[in-house]
């Protein structure tokens, strides 16, 4: 498990292909990798990689099957690429951000960067298969970073996030501009949530669901509009 709170940005130096799989070295800053041991976890830009091999105090490697790389943003990076970083929590650890899994359930792209007074603002466009699960004053992980989400439009598939200066200073999100694609993970008791009320739903209405969802749609709303927690478009 992982914090959401990003613990460093380190730098791919090294990559090799191999049939099926990508191995990357990753340089970390001085200390990070203090009893670090084979077979350990560390969220890489918010994917859960396992230590395969220790090359010195400050390098690590890490294999990636072709899974992973196709749906998170691993598959595109390159040498000297940085990542946001964090090793996987202890027991009793501080929670400062929300539990991550770093299990990334897809891509999310930035759509549009605007700033106001010290914040930076970030709007990201998801897929409607995941959209449904983002909520306004909600977690959300980006990039591994534990962030709230400020404000979503589910039609239109997007939400925002606003990034304080000691955000942008602690991650690689400096190096992001619009069209980036991000790794996200979405918030797991969010998901269960809308998803029991989506399946307890269906069931009781049975074949009149689709037929609800259709003229929910003509008004411009959707039925996740309905679910506990969701925002007023009033």
Not at 146 to 169: D, H, K, M, Y
Request: charged share 20%.
């Amino acid at each position: 498990m992982f914090t959401g709170i990003v613990q460093a940005v380190a730098r791919i130096v090294a990559i090799d292909d191999r049939p099926g799989l990508r191995s990357f070295t990753i340089e970390f800053p001085e200390g990070f990798c203090e009893g670090l041991a084979v077979g350990a976890s560390v969220a890489v830009d918010g994917v859960c990689l396992t230590v395969t091999t220790l090359v010195s105090p400050t390098r690590a490697c890490f294999d990636v099957v072709q899974q992973s790389l196709a749906v998170t943003t691993l598959g595109g990076y390159a040498r000297s690429q940085r990542v946001n970083v964090e090793r996987a929590a202890r027991d009793g650890a501080e929670i400062g951000g929300h539990p991550l899994s770093g299990h990334v359930d897809c891509t999310g792209t930035l759509a549009l960067v605007r700033t106001q007074e010290n914040n930076l603002i970030w709007r990201i466009a998801l897929p409607p298969s995941h959209m449904r699960y983002v909520f306004a004053r909600g977690y959300i992980a980006v990039h591994g970073a534990s962030l709230t989400v400020a404000e979503c439009n589910r039609a239109e598939g997007w939400f925002e996030v606003w990034l304080i200066p000691e955000t942008r200073r602690a991650t690689v999100f400096q190096d992001k501009r619009e069209g980036s694609l991000l790794n996200i993970e979405i918030e797991r008791a969010t998901q269960v949530m809308v998803d029991t009320v989506r399946a307890a739903v269906t069931e009781q209405l049975g074949r009149l669901a689709p037929v609800l969802e259709a003229l929910l749609q003509e008004k411009g709303l959707a039925l996740d509009d309905f679910m506990p927690g969701a925002p007023s478009r009033a």
